[in-house]
């Protein structure tokens, strides 16, 4: 019998203390039981600056944090196509938003061709020892980038049979590149895309 009364005696301080913490919750929250359409000011403030920000058009400043953050995304890049290229799919997937619609027709041509011989790539990337700008131009909206890339590759072409076509599984190879990228500067996309390879 004692049991039931603590029982009893527990729920009604529980209760107590419930209805203690509702009132609490009352007075420093109010009695609002919706949203009624009004952000608070703070959030106002910051609604403000984010439709001014949208606002802002892309900078077209080429300066030389500019083109250093450029070179951090060009080596990136640089290794991603040669990678995606070399590799033995014979398709460029991961590559073919960094490029141009001519470049990517280029590059799945070759991929084709190499894959109707039943030959495949096999790549191992070292690593970029150079990326340099060799000269930027802007022409209207558009930023043309020409950036001179030295790297390192293991590299080579098997056949059906795996017999070796060209190239060397066991050697360093440097590669030399010519590359120009190409962004609008007007544009919300602030991807880079290749536009052309030199040499």
């Given amino acids: 019998m004692m049991n039931y009364s603590f029982e009893y005696i527990d729920i009604i301080l529980l209760a107590m203390i419930a209805g203690f913490i509702f009132l609490r919750l009352r007075g420093i929250l109010g009695k609002r039981t919706g949203y009624d359409g009004k952000s608070p000011p ?3 403030e ?3 600056k984010i439709k001014v920000d949208n606002k802002k058009k892309p900078s077209d400043k080429f300066d030389d944090k ?3 953050e450029f070179l951090e995304g060009a080596r990136i890049a640089y290794e991603t196509i040669i990678t995606d290229f070399s590799d033995n799919d014979n398709k460029i997937i991961n590559a073919k938003p960094l490029l141009n619609k001519d470049i990517y027709n280029q590059f799945d041509e070759a991929l084709k061709e190499r894959a109707k011989r039943g030959h495949f790539a096999e790549i191992t990337f070292i690593g970029v020892n150079k990326a340099e700008i060799k000269e930027h131009k802007k022409v209207g909206n558009i930023l043309n ?3 001179d890339f030295i790297a390192e ?4 072409i098997r056949d059906k049979e795996k017999k070796i ?4 599984p ?3 190879k440097k590669i030399y590149d010519t590359w120009v990228f190409s962004r609008d500067i007007n544009s919300q996309n602030p991807n880079w895309m290749l536009v052309n390879i030199l040499t």
């Fill in 46 to 48: 910051v609604l403000k």
């Fill in 66 to 68: 500019a083109q250093k």
């Fill in 145 to 147: 980038v020409t950036v």
């Fill in 153 to 156: 590759v293991i590299t080579c």
């Fill in 42 to 44: 703070q959030f106002q």
């Fill in 170 to 172: 066991e050697k360093i």
């Fill in 165 to 168: 076509i060209s190239g060397d």
